[in-house]
Nanobody, 115 residues
Framework: QVQLVESGGGFVQAGGSLTLSCATS????????WGWYRQAPGKQRDLVAA???????NYADSVKGRFTISRDNAKNTVYLQMNSLKPEDTAVYYC?????????WGKGTLVTVSS
């Protein structure tokens, strides 16, 4: 099993920044991909950013150039640095770990961006 605990969400004004953290534990040595997803009210959960065990990253078009995903292996933590936040970034952000076809999820952290 893999445990994921997000933190760092909150309320911020448009143009501001937040850094989300995802503390990981359990059987994490064989995780293929770490990611952040988000879900706004009434919408589906979408990928925001992901990083593979080899260090490759990919981002949703809507966040490219503003968000950065990273992983600190020594701290077993995945980060999402979010800059130039927009009201449309408001959502619950979920940490994800994928081991082949198995997905693990955290409980999410709410990010609210005011205009």
């Amino acid at each position: 099993q893999v445990q994921l605990v997000e933190s760092g969400g909150g309320f911020v004004q448009a143009g501001g920044s937040l850094t989300l953290s995802c503390a990981t534990s359990g059987s994490i040595s064989s995780i293929n991909t770490w990611g952040w997803y988000r879900q706004a009210p009434g919408k589906q959960r979408d990928l925001v950013a992901a990083v593979t065990s080899g260090g490759s990253t990919n981002y949703a078009d809507s966040v490219k150039g503003r968000f950065t995903i990273s992983r600190d292996n020594a701290k077993n933590t995945v980060y999402l640095q979010m800059n130039s936040l927009k009201p449309e970034d408001t959502a619950v952000y979920y940490c994800n770990a994928r081991k082949f076809v198995v997905n693990y999820w955290g409980k999410g952290t709410l990010v609210t961006v005011s205009s």
